[in-house]
């Protein structure tokens, strides 16, 4: 598990680089979470998939898939669990979402955004259908 010190770093350097997350953020997640990446990271799959569905920029969109495949690319085991269980699952919503996403994920993030598809969330066993 991320430890507070790893959880406030990670969400700091979301808001950083997704300034407009930081303004969904301020608005629909309590002053009190923002800081705690389990509950930013799914509000901002969340997020990314509906930019996706309604179309947004490119732009945008893009930064978000460079954002996590370099968070992805430390190889830090503890972020990973952190995403799949939250920032990726939500992006399974979608056959969109699903399309996008298997072509922008590079590396590592594709790799997990694979398993979470499949139903390797928890990291044994495939708990697909």
């Not at 800081?35 to 990271?41: E, I, M, R």
């Not at 799949?84 to 922008?104: A, H, M, N, R």
């Amino acid at each position: 598990m991320l430890s507070k010190q790893s959880s406030e770093k990670l969400t700091n350097s979301l808001y950083s680089e997704i300034p407009e997350f930081e303004t969904f953020a301020a608005k629909c997640i309590d002053q009190e979470f923002r800081n705690n990446s389990y509950l930013t990271f799914g509000p901002f799959g969340s997020l990314l998939r509906d930019w996706i569905i309604e179309s947004a920029s490119p732009e945008l969109i893009d930064k978000c898939y460079s954002f996590i495949n370099h968070i992805c690319s430390h190889g830090d085991k503890d972020v990973e669990q952190m995403l799949k269980v939250t920032f990726f699952e939500p992006l399974t919503d979608s056959k969109q979402s699903i399309e996008l996403s298997k072509l922008k994920f590079r590396d590592r993030a594709s790799i997990l955004f694979e398993e979470v598809l499949n139903g390797v969330i928890f990291g044994g066993g495939n708990y697909a259908k």
